[in-house]
């Protein structure tokens, strides 16, 4: 049966019928029927023979457009099955995995490649679920669209879920992702090893027992590199490098550096207790040059870390990836001298006489300790013939540290010397000398603002360092071996002249109570030096009456923190946990003096309590007999402190959701805090 023009039209290929060829076809037509006419007009002959010749024109372009529509349709029906084709040969012989999943994760097809790896046959009408609890578990954490390398079945996989279809596509990599494992596995790592305290330990050995002791060392780093195939050069008494791989530093940090703890604890039961200190470092995997001068210089950096942190563990980190800490299980060994207080005074008098106005402030919140600190910074200062600012803030006092501006206030001189960050900020110039006092973290101290914009900058501190540090700062006097901020800085007033004004009482009454809120009445972290400078504070005037009246609670004092114990939860390994209410600001001094009560009870080694500051965050005070480390726990949860004395802040978090936390980060960490 013949098609009509009208079909004949209508199967014409699309690119046939469009605006464009019409408008041409019109035209065509149009000029042909022109030139009809006129030749007519001319000559009927000549119309007569160009209308034949037209016609003739038509037919063939009649048959020649059934050829082209034939061969085209022809084309397209081969091209389409070519495809459709390729497309089934693709999903069935190509080495992609594809898995069609429904609504309710139910197996709808399965290709014959990713077939192989289920060891069920019969998979379509099954849950993945019920197929394979991993792979179903990784889909589900997948998300639309996003291409992610996966573990399975011993192989990795590319893949990626297009949820709106249900559709699963897995390609092998595993070649690749062996070879980048590989290349991760082999990059050189550089290390820093330091012998913490020998030369104070050998000092009054025999030269036998000091030569026994320094080939013991030896021996133990020598043997432990060897079985690690670690290269080990010594370059001076007490000072290792190592060379190693990725690969072998990833295996020492599972068995958390183990060699630190065997040293300390054999040198201990032969009464020459010695500490090892160690950095390493390495490229980035996102590096692709390697440079080992500054792989060197930040296993360097890590180093000075973990010895500003009192020494005796390990600092592992590269340019951009996040500080791990190993070890510092040990409360840091008196290390500090005279000599060195004597060298710091020097520094300090030197830099104070350059500066135009000095600076001084300490952390948020300020207790005794830092008040002290920063009155006694004031006071050489003062010997010094320099202007000197005490930048706090007078919402954060505590109510001992109310109690001890009231007083401060009976002293005009004194009183007009303390100013609030606003004010200290409009006084910052270049020339300004800024010290920070009891605190090393920039985010912490009483106004970040000056500490960012200080063009001199010194930090006397004694907690342990941790990783946010000044940039450049132009002296750093962190001694975490000492009991407090007020001790160090009491030390640095011993050395000043003695023709200069003197401490007043107030200030050496203030450093006294620093030093006897830091170490709990001279329980913890107290050494010979501490009681020496609790010496010559008294010698000059500290008021013991005095600090009994400020250090004194009231009875709200009390009933708060005997209601906090109400909440009282004992974990394992005899930590308790206590907790305020969601909607009641507690002080932190009571935070803290709960924590240091806890430890009082049976059965309690370490204390946390958990309460809403007014500043709106939630605060956690921390406290151990110094056989758990509390540091390493308030380290990881964005704090930081001592082994036996820490706390932090956490900000858009709820009372519930800090202790759900706190006891996560206290698994986690299980046996690094329990000594």
């Excluded at 009208?6 to 469009?18: S, V």
């Excluded at 563990?313 to 590269?318: E, H, P, T």
């Excluded at 104070?352 to 300490?362: D, E, L, R």
């Excluded at 005070?621 to 540091?631: C, E, F, T």
Aim: aromatic share 8%; glycine share 6%.
């Amino acid at each position: 049966m013949k098609k009509s023009l009208t079909e004949r039209i209508k199967a014409l290929p699309t690119f046939l019928k469009g605006d464009a060829i019409k408008k041409y076809g019109y035209s065509f037509i149009g000029i042909i029927l022109s030139m009809l006419i006129i030749a007519y007009v001319m000559n009927i002959w000549v119309g007569i023979v160009l209308t034949l010749f037209v016609i003739l024109i038509g037919i063939l372009l009649y048959f020649f457009a059934n050829y082209i529509v034939k061969e085209t349709n022809h084309y397209v029906s081969n091209l389409s099955y070519k495809i459709n084709k390729g497309s089934q040969d693709a999903s069935i012989k190509m080495p992609i995995g594809m898995l069609l999943l429904d609504s309710d994760g139910e197996i709808q097809w399965i290709n014959p490649y990713l077939q192989k790896y289920f060891d069920k046959k019969d998979l379509l009408g099954f849950s993945l679920k019920q197929v394979d609890k991993e792979l179903a578990q990784t889909v589900s954490q997948l998300k639309p669209n996003e291409e992610k390398v996966i573990h399975w079945k011993e192989k990795y996989f590319q893949t990626v879920f297009h949820s709106d279809i249900g559709m699963l596509y897995m390609m092998d990599i595993t070649e690749y992702a062996v070879i980048k494992e590989t290349y991760l596995d082999e990059r050189p790592v550089f290390g820093q090893i330091f012998v913490d305290n020998f030369a104070e330990v050998s000092q009054s050995l025999t030269d036998r027992k000091k030569s026994n002791l320094n080939n013991f060392v030896t021996n133990q780093l020598t043997s432990w590199a060897n079985h690690n195939n670690i290269y080990l050069k010594r370059v001076d008494t007490d000072r290792f490098v190592a060379f190693l791989d990725k690969k072998i530093l990833s295996r020492l940090e599972k068995d958390r550096f183990d060699i630190i703890d065997k040293i300390r604890e054999t040198t201990a039961q032969q009464n020459t207790p010695l500490t090892v200190s160690m950095g390493f470092s390495y490229a980035d995997s996102t590096e692709n040059v390697m440079n080992y001068d500054e792989i060197a210089s930040h296993a360097q950096e890590n180093l000075d870390l973990a010895l500003g942190r009192g020494g005796d563990q390990v600092v592992v980190r590269s340019k951009n990836e996040e500080t791990r800490f190993y070890g510092g299980k040990s409360n840091p060994l008196e290390k500090r001298t005279r000599v060195r207080s004597r060298m710091v005074s020097q520094a300090l008098e030197n830099m104070m006489a350059s500066a135009t106005q000095i600076i001084i402030m300490g952390h948020q919140y300020p207790d005794m300790d830092c008040v002290g600190g920063c009155l006694g910074i004031r006071r050489i200062a003062k010997m010094h013939g320099k202007t000197s600012w005490i930048v706090t803030n007078p919402d954060q006092y505590s109510h001992d540290i109310k109690k001890l501006m009231a007083v401060i206030k009976e002293d005009e001189e004194l009183s007009s010397s303390i100013v609030t960050p606003e004010m200290a900020e409009a006084l910052l110039t270049p020339e300004t000398l800024v010290i920070i006092v009891d605190v090393s973290k920039p985010s912490l101290t009483a106004s970040p603002v000056i500490v960012e914009k200080a063009n001199q900058l010194v930090i006397i501190d004694h907690h342990r360092r941790g990783q946010e540090f000044p940039a450049n700062p132009d002296l750093v006097y962190i001694e975490p071996y000492a009991s407090s901020a007020g001790e160090l800085i009491t030390e640095l007033l011993e050395y000043q002249s003695n023709e200069e004004e003197q401490i007043k009482t107030i200030e050496a009454t203030t450093l006294l109570a620093g030093i006897i809120v830091d170490t709990r009445n001279f329980t913890l972290r107290t050494g010979s030096r501490t009681f020496d400078t609790a010496s010559y504070l008294k010698s000059v005037g500290a008021d013991t009456i005095l600090i009994q009246r400020l250090l004194k609670e009231n009875v709200d004092t009390y009933l708060m923190r005997s209601h906090l114990l109400n909440s009282l939860e004992i974990l394992p390994n005899n930590i308790g946990i206590v907790h305020g209410e969601e909607t009641f600001v507690y002080p932190t001094v009571v935070a803290a003096q709960t924590a240091d009560m806890m430890l009082s009870m049976e059965n309690i080694d370490a204390s946390f309590v958990v309460t809403r500051r007014n500043d709106g965050r939630v605060g956690i005070s921390a406290r151990s007999l110094g056989n758990k480390n509390v540091q390493r726990v308030m380290e990881k949860m964005g704090g930081g402190g001592h082994l036996s004395n820490a706390a932090t802040q956490l900000t858009d978090m709820s009372i519930e959701e800090a202790i759900e936390q706190l006891k996560i980060v206290i698994q986690e960490l299980d046996t690094e805090i329990n000594l």
